[in-house]
């Protein structure tokens, strides 16, 4: 740092990206800056993942509640009067305080990082100027975030249309929801509005969840379909109707034109790079608004690097973090690179959760030509379980629900939903080379599934680890039933669950 530096970085920005990018600078020996308008960790705790996980428990609950009613020992339970927008209050007057107040004490006194707080201007690469006071740096590191994208159609700004940003600020149920976009967004939306007894239609311009592999999709829509959430594929949203506020949502299918009667909209087809506060340095902004990085995270302008959402997708938590993580070795002197192979993607759909990694079959078979499946449940469905009927003597007494609903209390949900995984191997190197599943729980496994991809992890591995059963991500036993084979086959016809799921 020269004479004229205080900081070694301006960290522009506080979210995910920035406080992670500067916590890691400052461990390295650097001295970061963070400048940040309104709360350390982004929009993280306020509307994105700290929320999405407290309202998912939620829906999770009260779909569960629903299902477990008067069953077995379970009393009776009367959900005529829940509430999503009391799950939102219980969130904002709790939640969103507690995990404000903790990044901050993390980041300033545990961590020691300097803090400017308020609404930044960028005056020139080195210098920003936040409430009048000037601080300078030698690097600058934008980390703005992004912005949900807004369709340009009529009715847009009715009140009643809402994003993400909103969901956590609700203060009267719908009674019937319309979800523009299937994405990961729209369809985790779906999941955990429908148990607080909001009427949910998803309309998806094209295909919802593309890039998902084929039986999770359908494992999902299915159970979709069960609870009574429509979805739309192929529909183009013309215009939001409303005197006022929001009526109906015009659409239109196959050349007919559709109207769907609502009281609320939830747009959520896609992100927007924040890329605005640094497009005066000059860096280079591509076609999806994004600053472009290389894969160091530096831009076109010499010590001027983006992190996070600023610079693109894909936009996920774990990235964002890591952007941060390389812009902090980078400035310190390092040549780190940003590795985007085998990222993990997640969506909460209460009760369930999905979670995949590497490749889809369909991808696979492109690449590997005939992969073996390790797969749970498979080939023609067992009848439907009947739960027992209530266990008289247990009127009123004992817990609604025990918590989520892990393992076997799934049986509960019925004919083979109660989850499926997939484990997808080349049988040549018996490597495997993609891991999905729907169920409760999986997510913690695949921070970990994700690594052992990349290092070319085998059946056989696999077969030696120590599952603690019953686990919700079975690939450890399920590989070592047939890790024995010497020509591996696996264990699962490629039995495809017919798609019935769209209306149409
Ligand atoms: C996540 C926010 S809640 S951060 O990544 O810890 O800053």
Redesign the pocket.
């Known amino acids: 740092m020269g004479p004229q530096y205080e900081y070694d970085a301006i960290w522009f920005g506080g979210?995910?990206a920035g406080?992670?990018g500067a916590a890691f600078h400052k461990a390295l020996g650097g001295k970061p800056l963070i400048v940040e308008e309104h709360h350390?960790?982004?929009e993280?705790?306020v509307c994105r993942?700290?929320f999405e996980n407290f309202f998912s428990d939620q829906a999770s609950m009260a779909e569960l509640m629903r299902l477990y009613s008067g069953k077995s020992w379970y009393p009776k339970i009367d959900l005529s009067n829940i509430s999503a927008a009391k799950a939102a209050e219980l969130y904002r007057e709790v939640g969103q305080r507690a995990?404000a107040d903790t990044?901050k004490h993390q980041t300033e006194k545990q961590l020691g990082v300097e803090v400017a707080w308020g609404k930044g201007n960028i005056i020139d690469k080195n210098i920003v100027e936040v409430n009048g006071k000037i601080y300078k740096g030698k690097n600058l590191v934008i980390g703005t975030g992004s912005r949900p994208t807004m369709p340009n159609i009529l009715g847009i700004n009715l009140p009643g249309v809402m994003t993400y940003i909103d969901h956590p600020e609700m203060r009267k149920d719908p009674k019937k929801m319309v979800i523009i976009g299937g994405g990961k967004i729209g369809i985790g939306k779906a999941a955990m509005f429908a148990p607080f007894n909001i009427e949910v239609t998803v309309l998806e311009k094209y295909t919802c969840l593309p890039k998902w592999d084929r039986d999770i999709r359908n494992f999902i829509f299915r159970d979709f379909k069960r609870r009574g959430i429509k979805i739309y594929e192929g529909i183009d949203v013309k215009e939001i109707k409303g005197k006022g506020k929001v009526e109906s949502v015009v659409a239109e299918l196959d050349g007919e034109i559709m109207e769907f009667p609502c009281d609320a909209v939830m747009v959520s087809i896609g992100l927007t790079p924040n890329s605005e506060p640094a497009i005066p340095l000059g860096v280079k902004i591509g076609k999806g608004n994004e600053i472009i990085i290389d894969e160091g995270c530096r831009t076109n302008v010499p010590g001027v690097y983006a992190i996070g959402d600023a610079a693109g997708p894909p936009y996920f938590?774990a990235i964002a973090?890591k952007r941060g993580m390389i812009a902090a070795k980078n400035i310190a002197g390092e040549d780190a690179k940003m590795d985007y192979s085998f990222v993990p993607d997640h969506i909460y759909i209460p009760p369930l959760e999905a979670t995949c990694v590497g490749l889809t079959e369909a991808e696979a078979r492109e690449k590997y030509g005939d992969v073996v499946l390790i797969q749970v449940p498979w080939g023609p469905k067992p009848e439907d379980p009947k739960p027992e009927e209530y266990y008289p003597g247990f009127e009123n007494q004992g817990l609604p629900v025990c918590g989520r609903m892990h393992t076997l209390n799934l049986l509960f949900y019925g004919q083979n939903r109660n989850g499926l995984v997939k484990a997808i191997v080349d049988p040549k190197s018996r490597k495997y080379v993609g891991f999905h599943s729907v169920g409760d729980g999986a997510k913690t496994a695949f921070q970990y599934l994700s690594y052992l991809l990349k290092i070319g992890w085998t059946v056989d591995q696999m077969a030696n680890l120590h599952e603690i059963f019953l686990n919700a991500e079975h690939f450890i036993q399920l590989s070592r039933l047939v890790a024995g084979q010497k020509e591996l086959k696996g264990f699962a016809a490629q039995v495809y669950l017919e798609e019935d799921y769209i209306c149409r």
Do not use: K, N, V
């Open positions: 979210g995910a406080r992670f350390l960790g982004g993280c705790h993942c700290a995990f990044m938590m973090r």
